[in-house]
């Protein structure tokens, strides 16, 4: 069978919050004994680019020509000078990680952290492997998937508080003399305002995830952010709750066509410089060499029908090119940011927190009072949404009530859990190289663990690790 044959074979891809594409969870349980570490392909190119955007009329709805933008990753690292929590809340934050990694039948590596801003106190921990031949560590990068979307929403309302334009705007009106918006076609581009991209209320749908377009997307020598966009199905009415990666991508347009720069310029001159937060936007960004490998149900990624539970990039579909890179053009501005569970507890802490510095205070709160008061399946578990945010509880074992405000993601062999809660000042993230779905632990009969058994978080054991935290520090003097 041809690449394409088997790419068209696998494609079993439905839309899911949290990430890229979200697959039916694996059939099988072998674990493959060695894995490849393929080197990216890409080469960089210098760093200093302008998008401003052209006036021209429209162009013909073709893929670019022009080599796409790569900058070197950022250097990842663990953190040698912060304060530490006592001795018993690091063992039991362990304690918590430790139990909900091992109760997961297909398990490949873990990280998790906790930041108290006020204090300076971090916490962190890496278990598993990043491939099958290297540990991860706490400075091991992975892919956030569609806790990302949380930067986007930051820097959109940064925008819009600098004067660029404004919530109420619709942004097929702002995108009007963006060239590469001009050869989209206009059926599938939700006529909404920013504030509806921002709560995924447009109407915009992902769509065409099952069609030989996106693979040729995904492994093409050229790239722009409009090739990813081509590919959605006609608008809905705006208005419902509907949740898709495509309001991050047209979001992602906007915000270079206004800032004038490519998304993760933008994001490295307001966020990650200034706040010292180690973080890169896939597919911009050269693959760093260490970074954790995902890993999956492979025949239900693109791979060999049988091919079994393994290292996703060993996807033969994807021999000849950086595959990582390739599944950060399907995911860009909605799920492409790679980090550490350090980096990403602080940015939390940056975003949520009243001491953080990442956005002004009335950006904070109007991201708190985004929140709608009901309740979507989207996620993990159900959830309220705001602009790009999660909005979550967690009862704990004496009846306390824990709300939180972060973001999860899912997809391509990858998990992430991101939170703030406002009550105790803190922040959590926990990142994994296997994807929540992807694991016999969130099906019906499988092993579950104590946090799973007592509370309904049995579909996301990383969740659960963050409920554990949370459950140590409010017993915490």
């Known amino acids: 069978m041809t690449r394409l044959g088997m790419f068209l074979a696998a494609l079993l891809v439905v839309s899911g919050c949290g990430g890229g594409s979200e697959i039916a969870a694996p059939t099988t349980t072998a674990v493959p004994a060695t894995t490849s ?19 021209t009329t429209a162009v013909p709805a073709t893929t670019s020509t022009a080599a796409p933008i790569k900058v070197e990753a950022p250097e990842f690292s663990s953190s040698n000078s912060h304060e530490e929590f ?27 952290a906790v930041h108290q801003g006020t204090t300076g106190r971090l916490w962190s921990q890496a278990l598993g492997n990043a491939v099958a031949s290297r540990s991860m560590t706490t400075a091991t990068p992975l892919s956030v998937m569609s806790s990302s979307k949380t930067f986007l929403a930051a820097l959109v309302l940064t925008q819009i508080e600098n004067g660029l334009y404004s919530l109420d705007d619709h942004l097929p009106t702002l995108l009007a003399g963006d060239h590469d918006f001009q050869s989209l076609d206009p059926s599938t581009i939700p006529d909404a305002t920013v504030e509806q991209y921002l709560a995924q209320r447009s109407g915009g749908g992902d769509g065409q995830s099952r069609t030989p377009a996106k693979y040729f997307m995904m492994v093409a020598p050229t790239w722009k952010p409009a090739d990813l966009v081509r590919l959605l199905e006609p ?46 936007l896939r597919p911009t960004i050269e693959t760093p060499a260490d970074m954790a490998h995902p890993y999956g149900d492979r025949s239900r990624w693109g791979g060999a029908a049988g091919s079994g539970w393994g290292d996703l990039t060993e996807i033969e579909i994807f021999a000849q090119v950086d595959s990582i890179e390739a599944d950060g053009r399907s995911a860009w ?13 602080r940015w939390a802490y940056e975003l949520y927190s009243p001491s953080g510095l990442a956005v002004s205070s009335s950006i904070r709160q109007q991201i708190v009072e985004s929140v709608y008061d009901e309740i979507v399946d989207c996620c993990p578990q159900p959830v309220r949404y705001g602009y790009m945010t999660a909005f979550q509880s967690f009862t704990l074992s004496d009846g306390t009530v824990i709300e939180t405000y972060g ?31 992807d694991s016999p632990t969130t099906r019906d009969g499988a092993p579950r663990s104590s946090c799973a058994t007592q509370i309904d978080f049995s579909i996301d054991p990383l969740a659960c690790i963050a409920r554990g935290i949370f459950e140590t520090l409010a017993a915490s003097p």
């Open 37 to 55: 570490t393929a080197a990216p392909t890409t080469t960089a190119v210098p760093a200093t680019t302008s998008t401003a955007a052209p006036t």
């Open 86 to 112: 006592s001795g018993a809340l690091q063992t039991a934050f362990s304690q918590a990680l430790t139990s909900e990694f091992e109760a997961i039948p297909l398990r490949m590596g873990i990280s998790a």
């Open 235 to 280: 608008a809905g009415p705006a208005g419902p709750f509907r949740y898709a990666n495509a309001n991050a991508w047209l979001l992602g347009m906007l915000a270079e066509h206004m800032g004038q720069d490519h998304l993760h310029a933008l994001y490295d001159r307001a966020f990650f410089q200034p706040l010292n937060v180690q973080a890169g």
């Open 333 to 345: 501005a909605g799920a492409g940011i790679t980090s550490t569970a350090e980096n990403m507890a």
């Open 407 to 437: 973001h999860p993601g899912g997809g391509w062999g990858y998990s992430s859990a991101l939170f703030y809660s406002p009550a105790l000042d803190v922040s959590v993230s926990v990142l994994a190289n296997t994807k929540r779905t």
